[in-house]
């Protein structure tokens, strides 16, 4: 019997590569324009949605804004020229290097990251399965020794039905899972669960997926003005 009800899930990793080819695909027919020194925009000549301006911030970063949501990539190193800031993003990994870089960028990771819904109902699977593979199978389903006391799988079992419940009620997930930490530590089955729980349901926000989006389409535009004959 599971503890979980049929609700629409995706794992992060698939959320991402999603909201990537649908970003790539935004901005494919974009075209360049240069607005001054390092400084760029790019644009649907026939519709002009997702319009960007793409500006380096002397050779150390990059400002990404416009039909899209602001976004600052911060401490390029080794770049000479402008178009090296470009490159440097242009094919950054967005789970890493990327977010990375945004984070500095922006002082944190309010808008670097973002929960979803259908990626914590997938994470909070896997961690239940996770949690349950760290005890021997007795530890895990024998009633602990005070009486009438649940075993640890149900004390998991129940704390994870309870979060997912309260995501659907449309509960802010950050709040979910504080309430969620509250609850295994007050349970005394887990010590230290901020080092896993809030990792629930979070991605590299679509900020920064369009962002780097934007950058590697400047970045192919560069590449073939480049290879142009004088």
Not at 20 to 40: C, D, L, N, R, Y
Not at 120 to 133: F, T, V, W
Not at 156 to 173: K, L, N, Q, S, V
Not at 195 to 200: M, N, Q, R, T
Request: proline content about 3%; glycine content about 8%; some cysteine.
């Amino acid at each position: 019997m599971t503890c979980f009800r049929e609700v629409m899930m995706i794992s992060g990793d698939d959320w991402t590569k999603k909201r990537q080819e649908q970003a790539k695909e935004a901005f494919s027919g974009h075209q360049m324009k240069v607005i001054g020194p390092g400084h760029w925009r790019v644009r649907n000549p026939e519709s002009g949605q997702h319009w960007a301006d793409i500006v380096v911030m002397a050779n150390v970063g990059l400002a990404v804004w416009g039909d899209i949501e602001g976004c600052f990539f911060a401490y390029c190193s080794g770049a000479t020229t402008p178009e090296q800031v470009v490159a440097w993003m242009a094919n950054a990994d967005v789970g890493y290097y990327g977010r990375q870089k945004a984070h500095i960028g922006m002082s944190g990771g309010e808008l670097v990251d973002e929960y979803v819904d259908e990626v914590a109902h997938h994470d909070l699977r896997q961690a239940l399965k996770q949690r349950g593979d760290e005890y021997d199978s007795d530890e895990w389903i024998e009633q602990r020794p005070v009486v009438d006391a649940p075993s640890i799988k149900e004390i998991y079992e129940d704390a994870f039905r309870e979060t997912g419940e309260a995501i659907d009620h449309g509960e802010p997930i950050e709040g979910v899972l504080r309430e969620l930490c509250d609850t295994l530590m007050r349970a005394g089955v887990d010590d230290t669960p901020y080092e896993w729980v809030y990792s629930i349901g979070r991605v590299t926000s679509c900020r920064v997926i369009y962002a780097l989006a934007a950058i590697a389409r400047l970045h192919e535009l560069l590449t073939e003005a480049s290879s142009q004959p004088a």
